[in-house]
């Protein structure tokens, strides 16, 4: 099955840095990369997707890039706030197929952003 | 919002208990989804149905037993639990479970268990 590796697992920064968070995801066949984010207290909310047949996507200032040769895909957030501050998760599948929606996750990175 | 919401937000529960949880979507998707999300661990996905039919159930012992009456609504009915079940209980619903571009899941606030 799909195993998903996510880095760091916290990650410090001032506000108006940026921020990166890694993963890497082990079925070539995966093609769909959805990016989370979970306040405290709130279930996880997408803040951005990706598909395999497209390298970048951006979204004011979250853009999230992939590499399917090496099967890793990143989350950037540029000009971060103290609002960013959260927990990041990063997921995998095999859309189309029948993997029946089987999301799989990596292990979540703890945001702080330090005013 | 994300058009789930999950009922109770919170629940303890004594080991002999039985107690159900309940999740209501309001977006005309047609499947849903148990996750169980633990401390120091990713996500685990549950229980999937499509369309009220269970579809997917990732190993999950038998003290949990999920139901789907219709698309809208999910429950999770639980009993004779421990302690290790405590967690928090995330429901989710997406489009459809296949299809590119419908999979996309959208997630309830949880129900935040303790098992004493």
């Known amino acids: 099955g799909e195993n998903v590796e996510q880095h760091p697992s916290t990650l410090s920064v001032q506000e108006g840095d940026s921020a990166v968070i890694k993963c890497t995801y082990s079925?070539?066949?995966?093609?769909?990369f959805p990016w989370y984010k979970q306040e405290l207290g709130k279930g996880p909310q997408l803040i951005i997707d990706i598909r395999s047949n497209v390298g970048e996507k951006k979204d004011q200032r979250i853009a999230v890039t992939l590499n399917k040769t090496a099967k890793h895909f990143s989350l950037h957030i540029t000009e971060t706030q103290p609002e960013d501050s959260a927990v990041y998760f990063c997921?995998?599948?095999?859309?189309?197929?029948?993997?029946?929606?089987?999301?799989?996750f990596g292990q979540g990175t703890i945001l702080t952003v330090h005013p | 919002e994300t058009g789930v919401t999950q009922t109770p937000r919170h629940l303890v529960m004594g080991m002999t208990n039985k107690k159900s949880l309940k999740c209501e979507q309001h977006l005309g998707h047609n499947a849903m989804y148990w996750y169980k999300q633990s401390a120091k661990k990713p996500l685990e996905l549950m229980f999937v149905?499509?369309?009220?039919?269970?579809?997917e159930n990732n190993s999950v012992p038998s003290r949990f037993s999920p139901e789907c009456p219709n698309s809208s609504h999910l429950f999770l009915h639980l009993h004779t639990l421990q302690p290790e079940d405590s967690a928090l209980y995330l429901c989710?619903?997406?489009?459809?479970?296949?299809?590119?571009?419908?999979?996309?899941?959208?997630f309830g606030p949880g129900t935040r268990l303790l098992v004493l």
């Open positions: 079925d070539s066949a995966s093609n769909y």
């Open positions: 989710a619903s997406s489009q459809d479970t296949a299809g590119w571009g419908q999979e996309t899941q959208y």
């Open positions: 149905y499509s369309l009220e039919e269970r579809v």
């Open positions: 997921a995998a599948t095999r859309a189309g197929g029948t993997s029946y929606g089987k999301l799989t």
